[in-house]
């Protein structure tokens, strides 16, 4: 069993919709929890973090945590087509390496 | 300024040779990392280097091997290249503790024929 499990789309949706993408895992000893978004050939680029349960709000996007269900979820609000690129999830400990969902593509049509 | 550069971009090679990836980065990290993504986008962790030192050692063939001579740099070189090699390589940096996300390359995409 892979320690973090992702949606594995992929995902479609109008331009406007509210999308959802989400993670689970296995190591109750991840604290730090974050959200890439990688462009066709590009390098993945850091969207958001979080640390510990809760929301995080940054303009359209809010990571979400819950440890005690070991789930992760970022929703985007308002979606654009400039949105369309595959997000990932990634979780660590204290230190040490950050463990990657396999991605989920999300294609936002006009 | 680009933050973490690797060069080449692009690798295309034969089966049995041996090349190098260059990674720098210049954000002051003191932690880099190489990736491999496969077609299917899966990232998976190869080694990772603090300040110099080895720190992280996946299992990886030991035809791959990384070199770090400053904490700003950090190569992969990979000897007697094979079909399944081919995959995008991505550095990146960081640092090792703390509520840090990671600042990836652009990656390199390897070709093996």
């Known amino acids: 069993q892979k320690e973090v499990e992702q949606d594995p789309g992929p995902l479609s949706v109008p331009e406007g919709a509210i999308v959802s993408l989400n993670c689970t895992y296995s190591?109750?000893?991840?604290?730090?929890f974050m959200w890439y978004r990688q462009y066709s050939r590009k390098g993945p680029e850091l969207l958001m973090y979080?640390?510990?349960?809760g929301n995080k709000e940054d303009g359209r996007f809010t990571a979400q945590v819950d440890k005690s269900s070991k789930y992760i979820s970022l929703f985007i609000r308002d979606s654009q087509p400039s949105d369309s690129a595959t997000y990932l999830c990634?979780?660590?400990?204290?230190?040490?390496?950050?463990?990657f969902g396999d991605g989920t593509t999300l294609t936002v049509k006009p | 300024d680009t933050a973490v550069s690797q060069t080449p971009k692009y690798l295309v090679t034969q089966m049995g040779n041996d090349k190098s990836i260059k990674c720098e980065q210049n954000?002051?990290?003191?932690?880099m990392y190489w990736y491999k993504q496969d077609s299917k986008k899966f990232l998976k962790i190869m080694f990772s280097?603090?300040?110099?030192?080895?720190?992280i050692n996946e299992t990886v063939p030991n035809r791959f091997s990384p070199k770090s001579p400053d904490k700003a740099h950090l190569n992969l070189h990979i000897n007697s290249l094979e079909l399944g090699d081919s995959a995008v390589y991505f550095c990146?940096?960081?640092?090792?503790?703390?509520?840090?996300?990671?600042?990836f390359g652009s990656g390199t995409r390897l070709t093996v024929v």
């Open positions: 990146a940096s960081g640092h090792d503790r703390g509520n840090y996300g990671y600042t």
């Open positions: 190591n109750s000893a991840f604290q730090y």
């Open positions: 979080t640390y510990s349960s």
């Open positions: 990634a979780m660590r400990r204290d230190a040490g390496k950050s463990t």
């Open positions: 954000l002051g990290h003191d932690t």
């Open positions: 280097y603090n300040n110099k030192e080895l720190i």
